[in-house]
């Protein structure tokens, strides 16, 4: 049987004839003609799988291997190969929302796995499965915040991710939620222009653990400032919470954020997966899937969807969020990954890339080319400053297949270091950037 046929002629002049016209063209003729394609598509003429092979081949060929040193959202880790065998397979590649639970087990069961394992990292009660990333998860958290304190402003901390403030911006011009920045001192928050801004129309201050910059902030002083019912959101690094106080032991209503550490590859801007949890008290303000874990008849275990009235195809336009379908998959990626590395594994790479980190960190600061601009602790990510000029540092990296920190303003660099850095890369860049090589 085939999956797909392709219009005859005669096909294509029916449904003309159904819809009232008498060409393509006037189906189309509402098009700007400037955004036409007024040439032929170009294809080329079929080859042999062995011709496209080497064509694939040689492409791939044009392609430089990087040792990156870079991280501000997406981090370079290593996914263990069974990840990917698993995930093609082809009852989770195919699969489509599991609305009828008699036939969709398997799905319902990891999507469960992940919300459990999720409430285990973060230190709460609920979580859901799943957001498209972490910017949008945490632009749907200042929604749960702003419907259920029934307050307009939610406090975003300047040390964010840049690319999540962006998110958050947008999603809250279509709500009409007011996002008021709050200033930051020295690479953190600052907490006296926090507790300025404070006032009864805030529903929510969001912070980040660990902050762009990778440092870890003192969250028990945000947490002891909000005194007025606001809820305290935590965009998390979920791989760090393993080895960190979690948002739960810190008092956090929702933690949020992107599951990219947890066993899913750099691939050109994506796919990501995003997550949120959150206390008991809010899951009915949850977005997105959450599945719950019962019995049938006969006394065995089954899972369903739960709570389905909170979504927009029941609720429509009251539901708190338009996100409606499956996105598992990539969360099927982290359970999996979990799974392999288990509470001790996610501890010991967590805490590779910390030591790793500090390690480059103080190999740095030696070659006198740099200097600490804060004292803050910091998980895999640091900032230094240059003494010189940083973008020209970037080439010269480059030069030596090493793609080097993202470079800020003032000569600013964030570096990153993960587990998957030898001792051997970071000498290596550290000597390109000392002249030895």
């Keep these: 049987m085939f999956k797909y046929f392709p219009h005859t002629n005669e096909d294509i002049h029916q449904m003309l004839e159904k819809i009232g016209v008498k060409s393509l063209d006037e189906l189309f003729s509402e098009i700007p003609s400037?955004?036409?394609?007024?040439?032929?598509?170009?294809?080329?003429?079929?080859?042999?799988?062995?011709?496209?092979y080497?064509?694939?081949n040689?492409?791939?060929?044009?392609?430089?291997?990087?040792?990156?040193?870079?991280?501000?959202?997406?981090?370079?880790?290593?996914?263990?190969?069974?990840?990917?065998?698993?995930?093609?397979?082809?009852?989770?590649?195919?699969?489509?929302?599991p609305y009828q639970p008699e036939i969709s087990q398997g799905t319902l069961q990891y999507i469960f796995e992940f919300q459990s394992m999720i409430c285990e990292l973060t230190g709460l009660d609920v979580a859901n499965a799943s957001m498209y990333d972490g910017p949008t998860a945490t632009a749907e958290s200042i929604f749960m915040a702003t419907s259920v304190t029934r307050r307009n402003k939610v406090l975003l901390s300047s040390t964010l991710n840049p690319r999540a403030i962006e998110v958050v911006k947008t999603y809250a011009k279509y709500k009409g939620i007011n996002i008021e920045m709050i200033n930051e001192k020295n690479k953190v928050l600052d907490f006296e222009d926090l507790q300025s801004k404070l006032d009864n129309d805030v529903a929510a201050v969001v912070v980040g653990y660990p902050n762009f910059y990778g440092i870890l902030e003192d969250h028990d002083k945000v947490r002891n400032i909000l005194t007025n019912k606001e809820l305290l959101i935590m965009n998390v690094e979920p791989r760090a919470m393993s080895v960190l106080k979690t948002p739960g032991e810190f008092g956090a209503d929702i933690a949020c954020g992107d599951g990219q550490m947890l066993g899913i590859p750099l691939s050109c801007g994506g796919p990501y997966v995003g997550f949120i949890a959150a206390k008991d008290s809010l899951l009915r303000k949850m977005p997105g899937r959450i599945c719950g874990m019962t019995t049938d008849v006969d006394g065995k275990r089954g899972f369903v969807l739960t709570l389905q009235a909170r979504e927009q195809h029941i609720r429509r336009e009251k539901a708190n969020s338009n996100i409606c379908s499956n996105q598992s998959l990539m969360a099927l990626h982290t359970v999996i990954y979990m799974s392999l590395m288990g509470k001790k594994g996610l501890q010991e790479v967590s805490l590779k890339s910390y030591s790793n980190a500090h390690y480059l960190h103080d190999e740095l600061l030696k070659t006198n080319l740099f200097s600490k601009i804060t004292d803050e602790e910091f998980f895999c990510e640091f900032v230094l400053r240059y003494h010189g000029d940083a973008k020209e540092l970037e080439?010269?990296?480059?030069?030596?297949?090493?793609?080097?920190?993202?470079?800020?303003?003032n000569n600013d660099i964030l570096f990153c270091v993960t587990e998957k850095r030898t001792k051997e890369e970071m000498d290596y860049l550290v000597d390109i950037i000392r002249g030895d090589q």
């Design 34 to 52: 400037e955004i036409l394609l007024n040439r032929d598509y170009n294809v080329p003429s079929s080859h042999s799988e062995l011709e496209i």
């Design 54 to 56: 080497s064509h694939i």
């Design 58 to 97: 040689s492409l791939t060929a044009k392609n430089t291997q990087y040792t990156i040193f870079r991280g501000a959202g997406a981090y370079d880790v290593y996914v263990p190969s069974i990840i990917s065998y698993l995930t093609s397979r082809q009852e989770f590649l195919t699969s489509y929302t």
């Design 395 to 409: 080439q010269k990296l480059l030069e030596h297949n090493i793609l080097g920190g993202l470079v800020l303003d």
